[in-house]
């Protein structure tokens, strides 16, 4: 953790303001990295960033009762989850995903096609935790 003006200092995360923001900065992250893990995004989603994906290391967990196409098992390796992940978002049971890199984790809050919330972890212990967290997502997902 750097010292700045004689204190620790670190940035936690981010909620970006718009939605689209957060799209823009997931964009780019994707364009930076050579690995990426994907977790209970919605579809709609995945598939405008399908294009970015091409030649990554890909792992993708679908949400749950969602079937790979062939496409996205050409792009990486996918599994389905066999749970239910969600939050309490301002009174809504919305779902939670992620996109997993090696500095940062974005995560998705949405409901069908709507997505209300991008946020990221950029704490480096958070982020090694739930890198940690999407392996065993994976190991108990169903694959395909």
């Given amino acids: 953790m750097p010292i700045v003006d004689g204190r ?3 940035k936690i995360s981010t909620t970006f303001a718009t939605v689209d923001e957060g799209i823009e900065q997931i964009k780019e992250m994707i364009q930076r990295s050579r690995r990426v893990r994907i977790n209970n995004v919605p579809v709609k ?5 399908k294009p970015l994906l091409k030649e990554k290391d890909l ?5 749950l009762g969602e079937k790979p196409t ?3 098992k050409n792009l990486g390796e996918v599994a389905t989850t066999k749970s ?3 939050v309490d978002f301002k009174g809504k049971e919305a779902n939670t995903g992620s996109l997993v890199f ?3 984790i974005f995560n998705v809050t949405w409901l069908g096609d709507e997505i209300f919330e991008v946020s990221t972890m950029e704490y480096s ?4 935790c739930l890198r940690e967290t999407f392996e065993t997502a994976w190991r108990y997902s169903k694959k395909r």
Avoid: D, G, M
């Avoid at 792992?59 to 949400?63: A, M, N, Y």
């Avoid at 212990?125 to 090694?128: I, L, S």
């Fill in 8 to 10: 620790y200092e670190a």
């Fill in 45 to 49: 989603l995945l598939n405008e960033l």
């Fill in 59 to 63: 792992k993708i967990i679908l949400p």
């Fill in 70 to 72: 062939e496409e996205l």
């Fill in 84 to 86: 239910r992940i969600y």
């Fill in 102 to 104: 090696s500095t940062v």
């Fill in 125 to 128: 212990k958070c982020v090694k």
